[in-house]
């Protein structure tokens, strides 16, 4: 099969411009960053994600933290993550360590406009705080990254 330049360039728009609508990194909701999470025994934090109309799923909650990012965690630290809307409003939909230089996949859901989450201390006495900024924290993935 033949391409002419301009057919081939246009092919390889298309494919590029495919590729990054197949993947999206979402931030939390905010009003500005960063946004300071402290999970403590008597204290959960929350986190909730605005999804774009019309995208297309899965929708996949993931801490992604570089190497050497200060996360404070003493104690216990597991964290559970509950749902808090969708379709099983007080589910435990996963529960995760937060490390440094570490990508973590919580879970996969279908995508809503609105996903929502808890965090706490899955037991005992323990704390968890970073400080969510661009490239750090935790993000819904959507699409196929």
């Keep these: 099969m033949f391409f002419n330049t301009p057919t081939t360039l ?27 999470y402290s ?4 204290r959960s934090d929350a ?5 774009p109309p019309n995208s ?8 992604r933290f570089p190497a050497g990012y200060p996360i404070v965690s003493t104690g216990s630290d597991l964290v ?7 379709p099983a409003p007080g589910a435990l939909v996963g529960a995760l360590r937060f490390r440094a230089g570490t990508t973590t996949v919580v879970n996969s859901f ?15 006495e323990g704390e968890v705080s970073f400080a969510e900024i661009q490239g750090a924290g935790l993000f819904m993935d959507v699409g196929n990254c």
């Excluded at 999970?39 to 008597?42: D, F, K, W």
């Excluded at 799923?57 to 801490?63: E, F, K, Y």
């Excluded at 559970?80 to 969708?86: E, H, K, L, S, Y």
Aim: charged content about 5%; some cysteine.
């Design 10 to 36: 246009l092919l390889a728009i298309a494919a590029a411009s495919s590729a990054s609508a197949q993947c999206l990194s979402q931030p939390p909701s905010s009003i500005g960053f960063p946004i300071n």
């Design 47 to 51: 986190v909730s994600f605005q999804i």
């Design 80 to 86: 559970n993550v509950t749902a808090v809307d969708g």
């Design 39 to 42: 999970i403590t025994p008597t």
């Design 110 to 124: 279908a995508c809503r406009d609105v996903m929502s989450y808890e965090l706490s201390i899955a037991q005992g």
């Design 56 to 63: 297309v799923g899965p929708c996949t909650l993931v801490a």
